[in-house]
């Protein structure tokens, strides 16, 4: 099949909020707790920041590690970078993700504002301001071979998904409801013109809805 664009873990709420307003440094997610909706990932054996022995087995435990299966280069918007807005006022933060980003792929950072690329750990970030097929011809050439990871938020997947680019999605939907924020969708049946679906409910209280291309 090639190269393809993938949706990995990304997780909503039940009315389909990937993170809540009011969006900060101390609060990536707004107000969305991040231990609700990422908990059936943080539980599982293989979670990569597990610092004890231990963790569940099975489903959840399988897409955790297919995370980082095959993947060469990854895609973001600016809000998964940081909290930032317009231009760049600190060019020596360098995101959320600390000294030792858990990507280890270049990571294409989709930005209206330029600033020059840089390398923490193996992962080095890109600033791009481009349609997303222009995006995303960049992040494969530089997966040399390997799937491209589009790692949100849910803005950046929507518009990579009405321009026809995204060939395979999972999306964990966690019980928990927002109200508002940054919207996947309404329901994803709004898919279904696109995408088959197989909706798989999980021991952990997530439901997987697992898309790929018609």
């Known amino acids: 099949m090639g190269q393809l664009l993938r949706v990995q873990n990304f997780n909503v709420s039940r009315d389909g909020f990937g993170a809540g307003e009011n969006q900060s440094l101390e609060r990536p997610f707004g107000d969305a707790d991040p231990g609700e909706m990422f908990s059936w990932a943080g539980a599982t054996a293989s979670w990569p920041m597990r610092t004890d022995p231990g963790g569940s087995r099975g489903l959840d435990d399988y897409l955790t590690r297919d995370y980082a299966r095959n993947i060469g280069a990854e895609i973001m918007g600016r809000n998964k970078f940081g909290p930032q807005r317009g231009p760049w006022e600190n060019l020596d933060w360098r995101g959320w993700w600390g000294d030792e980003p858990p990507f280890r792929t270049p990571v294409f ?4 504002h330029l600033r020059p690329s840089f390398t923490l750990g193996d992962t080095t970030f890109h600033f791009v301001d481009d349609d997303p097929a ?17 790692g949100g938020g849910a803005a ?16 964990a939907v966690s019980r928990t409801e927002l109200g508002s924020g940054s919207r996947l969708w309404k329901s ?27």
């Open 109 to 112: 950072v989709m930005t209206h």
């Open 134 to 150: 222009a995006v995303l011809e960049r992040a494969k050439e530089a997966a040399d071979g390997k799937d491209v990871r589009l």
């Open 156 to 171: 950046t997947i929507r518009e990579f998904l009405d321009a026809g680019l995204v060939d395979t999605l999972h999306v």
């Open 188 to 214: 994803p049946d709004e898919l279904l013109d696109r995408y088959h679906l197989d909706v798989v409910p999980s021991p952990s209280g997530v439901t997987h809805h697992l898309f790929w291309r018609r």
